[in-house]
């Protein structure tokens, strides 16, 4: 067990912060004469349920057995039992449905880049943005949001303190990444007012003290951990799991008994980006290792463009990926007998691209589908037997012009246990 400080338990609770966007809560009425429409965060989400089936939820109330979301602010509601829903998206699903209000909210929030400011990152997943600050010699991890957090090192995965710092991938040891480039590796054994490790040099221990502010960043060799539970993301980077969620009629989000302590954390609802029920069970594509070749392209492209998975904060953690086609693409996923959800795009500029969209479970053909000006958006949905998903894109008539798509909110479902 590693040493470091611990504060006594305390309930995490969210200050205010200013409003930056422009999206409201309140209480509309419906047309006629019935009674009005409780508005829990007047976002524009959409619920995918069990079914893999989405529905529009602006406004959206979640209490502690349904998530009851509307067409559009007085429109028709529907509801979703809470042990049905599977993952709640805010913002659009496509470029094409982009406006330029959300673009802004991401840009103003830093969503649109990769994260360069210091920030925790848990082995569970979780991501906290914030700084390290010390009450006396006891450190801290001060968030905007939540009250001050012990440092706890055998649940850190990696630190950055120092804004824009480079932070090291470790594999056997742990590293830190100081202030002026230089690197130290070893076992972090404490921290405080300075980070202590053992820099292992043969079968002696050879203790390192490093003043703190002299540290840029560092990570750790502890273990990962599957995310389990409800996981929510927020505006700016966060992710934050806990017992349940709750979006009520007064414009907060509450996530009861957060995996980071504390009873209960408020957030404003206009910062949620999305909602995972069960965290354990959908795994985004974009954090699956990719296999690349030419497909029956073979002849005609001797070089693939590696994909690309688009920089930022994204809901769920499913960033869009690029792929130029014509390539096939294979993942290999966590076990068999998964679902597979993804909304195909062709991007804005591909004016030109005309292309099959080939979807197979291990060389099982499944779906097939034509992307072109004319269909530039198609969801797919389909269950694999396999455990390995691939995706061809074959050129059309036209040959291997522009031929590019955009997998958004690619996720893979893991069969239930």
């Not at 470029?95 to 909210?105: A, G, L, N, Q």
């Not at 076992?187 to 820099?199: A, C, P, T, Y």
């Not at 992710?239 to 007064?250: F, K, W």
């Not at 954390?265 to 594509?285: C, H, K, Q, S, T």
Request: with cysteine.
């Amino acid at each position: 067990m590693r040493c470091t400080h611990h504060l006594p338990p305390h309930r995490l609770s969210l200050v205010a912060l200013p409003l930056v966007l422009t999206m409201g809560f309140g209480v509309r009425g419906q047309d006629g004469d019935g009674p009005p429409t409780p508005v829990g965060g007047s976002i524009p989400s959409r619920v995918l349920d069990q079914d893999l089936e989405e529905h529009p939820a602006d406004p959206i109330v979640i209490d502690a057995t349904v998530v009851l979301g509307w067409d559009h602010p007085g429109g028709i509601s529907r509801a979703v039992p809470i042990d049905e829903a599977l993952t709640v998206i805010v913002g659009p699903a496509t470029e094409r449905d982009s406006t330029p209000e959300w673009r802004f909210i991401r840009k103003r929030a830093g969503d649109q880049v990769a994260h360069r400011g210091p920030y925790i990152r848990f082995v569970d997943g979780q991501f906290v943005p914030g700084s390290l600050a010390a009450d006396g010699t006891t450190p801290l991890w001060r968030n905007t949001w939540l009250h001050d957090l012990p440092i706890d090192l055998d649940r850190i995965s990696e630190m950055r303190i120092i804004d824009g710092a480079e932070v090291p991938s470790v594999e056997d040891v742990d590293e830190v990444i100081l202030a002026n480039g230089d690197r130290v590796r070893g076992l972090i054994e404490s921290i405080g007012m300075e980070l202590v490790i053992d820099r292992m040099r043969g079968s002696e221990t050879s203790l390192t003290r490093i003043p703190i502010d002299r540290v840029a960043s560092f990570a750790m060799v502890n273990p990962d951990e599957q995310p389990r539970g409800m996981n929510a993301w927020f505006l700016g980077g966060h992710r934050l799991a806990g017992a349940g969620i709750r979006i009520g009629d007064d414009g907060y989000v509450r996530i009861e008994r957060p995996g980071l302590g504390g009873d209960m954390a408020e957030v404003p609802v206009e910062f949620l980006r999305g909602i995972v029920f069960d965290a354990g069970r959908v795994v985004p594509l974009a954090t699956i290792p990719v296999v690349i070749d030419a497909g029956d392209a073979s002849s005609v492209r001797p070089w693939i463009p590696e994909p690309t998975v688009s920089p930022g904060n994204w809901p769920i953690d499913a960033a869009p990926i690029r792929l130029d086609g014509p390539l096939r693409a294979t993942w290999r996923l966590p076990a068999a007998g998964c679902r597979f959800s993804a909304t195909i795009e062709l991007p804005v500029d591909s004016t030109r691209g005309s292309f099959d969209l080939v979807v197979r479970d291990d060389q099982r053909e499944v779906r097939r589908v034509v992307i072109d000006a004319s269909n530039p958006v198609s969801r797919i949905v389909t269950p694999l037997t396999s455990d390995r998903l691939t995706i061809e894109i074959e050129m059309g008539a036209d040959g291997p012009f522009m031929d590019v798509a955009m997998l958004r909110e690619a996720i893979i479902i893991r069969p239930e246990n």
